[in-house]
């Protein structure tokens, strides 16, 4: 059976559209870097879409294009790579598309750079002589962290960089997960990706408050004031908790989900697709409720994490972990530890190596069950009834590892019509050396000799809507204290719900002193009920915005971090709030800010909102050695699209396992 139009492509369909390419490039070295599903244009899919929904689909209709997007590079007789683009027709065998990138724009990362990168700071004396200044206590190595090289710097050549973060690590305990950013050295190798060279070392400031943007106060025994901070079990001084009990996921009965043919989700009137592919991960598209379309298209666009330490050359540290390296390359296998729980369905990816060659990625995205607590309660206090749900949620996660940082990325479908979108950031902090008894401006010291620099995490997630159609009007509504009034107001209690219609594409701002609520309705559709147009709702998160000042790199590079919601007009391809291009951006090129600003009129039109929310980790002791999970969501509900409470038939069953405490078990435990 011919897969279907949105699902990930499989490892035979990566192979074919790689001979293709070859076969395009048959006189030079071709290195790849991801082959993936191109989705099909938006107007061809929805005309198969609306067919399956009608279930008038049948083997003879007609089928969008099955494409795949090829990203490499050619490899010329100078040996400086050129990097390509192309859209691959699979089923006809045929390049329909190629684009020469060229040196305009850097390729994001590819995780056979990080190899080369630390292989390369094995191999160069340059780096070796560096190293060679610090006397490490006998048993240390050398530890070296691949990072973005970031923004590059005004004046500064065009060439493709590769960066370092270097710390040391303690063998002594024969344990290779032993933590080795508690010690921290103040260097950082820089490699031509190109001539595969480290052409230059950054040296670091160690120094505190006071002691300049530049102060290297560097002594042999650079880490002697660095403390051991171990995280995993086996390694912790005291062991972990002992008075622990189990807290088990049980479901009988399996799960209430079902999957059809690896990408199609059923569960609790919710019908949807999931994808996978490398730069966003996990991808939600064609979402009904009840046979009610609510969105064409859901994902997590793009992060950027900027830190706020100006000593050279931190003002270039700033990721875009989706647009730099790409997300789903970054997927944990979510099989290998306790990431998901209860009865759990996988999705696998497909990721290439450099020649191409593809293979499964297994285990990357986690479908679940879970309790959330009450979902709705009522008591009759006259009888003493109490009628009460459970809001059971159906979990669709993925968790990518950066580095020191890992964030849990969630999108969770209720019983009663709604999606949250969830972030949890967690990991280590990334930290620099402090020279001992110093504190810094620019951080906090978390530990002997670490300091754990302040920085922004800064997420945009997009969300492509089809409230009962793909026609769709975004609103904002208020809530404002009216005047006295002897007519209208006069015991001084009303306040009125001020509606704006959005008519233009623009960035937008949450305004939480007025309680501004975005509204997407359409307004082709009236609720039987109030009268009003059928619609979904969400107020936007009001976190702070990028801090880095206006017509900084950072802040120029990251136009979309400036608003909380922007909503522009639907085009095909424009998936990324920081543009296609982010690897050492100076400026966000066709990004979110440039869609919004065509000013295109998106009343009763194909719109797109983007939610831009995050953190500013002025980073505490209790953040050391691993954080606990900041926890950020984006609650997308229901505004007048039904017409009662949608889970009011959900069952108010009791749950059979829980069980009573007695007074004599608690009594075993010391009293209170």
């Not at 939600?284 to 000593?311: C, F, G, K, Q, W």
């Not at 540290?317 to 989706?322: I, L, T």
């Not at 306040?495 to 309705?521: C, M, W």
């Amino acid at each position: 059976m011919a897969p279907h139009p949105l699902s990930t492509l499989s490892v035979e369909e990566a192979r074919r559209a790689r001979d293709v390419i070859l076969a395009a490039h048959r006189d030079v070295v071709v290195d790849f870097r991801e082959i993936y599903l191109q989705e099909p244009a938006k107007e061809e899919l929805k005309k198969y879409l609306n067919l399956e929904h009608s279930a008038r689909l049948s083997p003879t209709s007609p089928r969008p294009p099955r494409l795949a997007k090829c990203q490499y590079d050619i490899i010329g007789t100078d040996r400086i790579p050129e990097y390509h683009e192309s859209i691959v027709d699979i089923d006809s065998r045929r390049r329909v598309k190629h684009e020469i990138i060229g040196k305009q724009h850097h390729a994001a990362l590819t995780l056979w750079e990080f190899e080369t990168l630390v292989n390369v700071c094995k191999a160069s004396p340059l780096f070796q002589a560096a190293i060679a200044e610090f006397k490490l206590p006998e048993g240390f190595e050398v530890i070296v962290e691949p990072w973005p090289y970031g923004g590059l710097d005004l004046g500064e050549e065009n060439r493709r960089y590769f960066q370092g973060l270097c710390f040391a690590q303690n063998t002594l305990s024969k344990n290779p997960d032993s933590n080795f950013y508690a010690y921290p050295l103040p260097l950082i190798p820089i490699m031509d990706a190109h001539k595969k060279e480290i052409v230059r070392i950054d040296k670091l400031a160690t120094g505190g408050k006071g002691d300049g943007l530049t102060a290297k106060t560097h002594s042999e025994k650079i880490i002697n004031h660095c403390q051991t901070s171990e995280y995993v079990p086996e390694l912790l001084e005291n062991g972990t908790r002992k008075d622990l009990k189990p807290l088990n996921v049980l479901q009988p009965e399996g799960p209430s989900f079902k999957v059809i043919n690896e990408s199609l989700v059923e569960w609790q009137k919710w019908k949807f697709r999931v994808s996978f592919n490398p730069r966003e991960g996990a991808v939600i598209h064609d979402v009904h409720y009840n046979r009610r379309s609510v969105l064409y298209r859901l994902s997590i666009s793009e992060m950027t994490v900027p830190y706020a330490d100006p000593r050279p050359p931190f003002q270039r540290k700033q990721a875009f972990d989706f647009g730099d390296g790409g997300a789903g390359n970054c997927a944990n296998n979510l099989s290998l530890g306790c990431d998901c729980l209860g009865v759990i369905k996988y999705f696998d990816g497909v990721i290439v190596g450099s020649s191409g060659e593809p293979r499964v990625h297994p285990n990357v995205i986690c479908l679940h069950e879970q309790d959330n607590g009450i979902g709705w309660k009522h008591t009759n206090w006259r009888t003493g009834r109490a009628v009460v749900t459970r809001n059971r949620e159906l979990v669709v996660q993925f968790i990518i590892t950066l580095a020191n940082y890992e964030y849990v990325f969630a999108f969770k479908f209720d019983q009663s019509g709604g999606i949250t979108i969830e972030v949890r950031a967690t990991g280590i902090v990334s930290v620099v050396n402090i020279d001992p008894g110093k504190t810094s401006d620019y951080g906090n010291v978390v530990s002997g000799g670490v300091l754990a620099q302040n920085h922004q995490h800064i997420f945009c997630v997009r969300i492509d809507p089809a409230i009962d159609g793909h026609n769709n009007t975004v609103l904002h509504e208020e809530s404002h204290t009216m005047p006295w009034d002897k007519e209208a107001n006069p015991s001084g209690n009303f306040y009125k719900v001020q509606k704006t219609v959005i008519e233009h594409s623009a960035g937008l701002d949450a305004a939480p002193q007025h309680n501004r609520t975005f509204k997407i309705i359409n307004p082709n559709k009236k609720n039987p009920i109030s009268g009003n147009p059928v619609g979904y709702k969400f107020v936007p998160p009001p976190t702070q915005k990028i801090l880095a000042s206006p017509g900084s790199i950072q802040s120029q590079r990251a136009l979309f971090a400036r608003h909380h919601v922007w909503v522009t007009k639907y085009r095909d391809n424009e998936l990324y709030a920081g543009g296609r291009f982010t690897m050492q951006s100076q400026l966000e090129v066709d990004g979110v800010a440039d869609a919004a600003s065509r000013n295109d009129p998106i009343i009763n039109d194909d719109v797109v909102l983007w939610s831009v929310f995050g953190l500013t980790h002025n980073p505490r002791v209790e953040d050391w050695p691993v954080m606990p999970a900041d926890i950020f969501q984006v609650n997308f509900r229901p505004s007048d699209f039904f017409t009662a409470n949608p889970s009011i038939d959900v069952p108010s069953n009791k749950n059979t396992s829980s069980q009573l405490i007695t007074s004599s078990c608690c009594s075993e435990q010391g009293k209170l």
